[in-house]
């Protein structure tokens, strides 16, 4: 089945520590997203990718990292700079770079600093 | 700034009482408006898109429609499966970025 897959589901970081989110989808999408969902507040985009070795910050990139090196994979490393980074983090694919395409979610990971 | 807001946040049914959740838009030129649902602990799952003002489309018990400056989405005769967060979006003309509203929460009672 095609799709996206995040792991792992749940995660548990100690305070000073990078910690990286997997993301891979099999859908032959051009463009990947990262978004962070925080209670009472709407996706908020931190990074995105339209091609491979290509991605531009969103609106909170601050403290977290991406690469793109394979059109398949688009992980996310959340670094010791991310101040509050408790969060439910959520990965999309759109199948094509521009244009009004809906997006497609993994099942996200859940972050917890501890 | 492009601008989404939903409305209620939250909306107790009775199974079978039809309703409508609300999501107000501002945004230079709309491309395109989607709408997802959500549910606990899970990513979104797309339902549609509305290009432009008069669309409607429509999906099981679920029907959008879009107007220049909000959007509905209507549900006839609701079950409890269609408990869920309904999430609102909107993608401005010639950018990649998607505009997220924060939610209706839907609970349907049986």
């Known amino acids: 089945d095609g799709g996206i897959t995040q792991s792992p589901k749940y995660l548990f970081r100690k305070e000073g520590q990078n910690v990286t989110l997997s993301c891979e989808q099999n859908?032959?999408?051009?463009?990947m997203y990262w978004y962070r969902q925080d209670p009472g507040q709407g996706l908020r985009l931190i990074y995105y990718?339209?091609?491979?070795?290509?991605?531009q910050k969103g609106d909170i990139a601050e403290g977290y990292s991406v690469s793109r090196e394979k059109k398949e994979s688009f992980p996310l490393t959340v670094t010791s700079a991310q101040k509050n980074p408790t969060a439910f983090y959520l990965c999309?694919?759109?199948?094509?770079?521009?244009?009004?395409?809906?997006?497609?979610f993994g099942q996200g990971t859940r972050l917890t600093v501890v | 700034e492009d601008q989404v807001t939903q409305s209620p946040e939250a909306l107790r049914l009775q199974e079978g009482e039809s309703s409508s959740l609300n999501c107000s838009y501002t945004?230079?030129?709309?491309?395109?408006l989607f709408w997802y649902r959500q549910d606990p602990g899970k990513g979104p799952e797309f339902l549609f898109t509305?290009?432009?003002a008069g669309e409607e489309k429509e999906k099981e018990r679920l029907k959008a429609t879009l107007t220049k400056k909000e959007s509905f989405l209507h549900i006839t005769a609701p079950k409890p499966e269609d408990s869920a967060t309904y999430l609102c979006?909107?993608?401005?003309?010639?950018?990649?970025?998607?505009?997220f509203g924060i939610g209706t929460k839907l609970q349907v009672i049986p």
């Open positions: 999309a694919s759109s199948i094509r770079r521009v244009g009004n395409t809906e997006a497609f």
């Open positions: 945004v230079s030129g709309l491309r395109g």
């Open positions: 859908l032959n999408h051009d463009a």
């Open positions: 979006a909107v993608q401005a003309a010639g950018y990649q970025k998607v505009t």
């Open positions: 509305l290009y432009s």
């Open positions: 990718s339209q091609i491979v070795n290509d991605f």
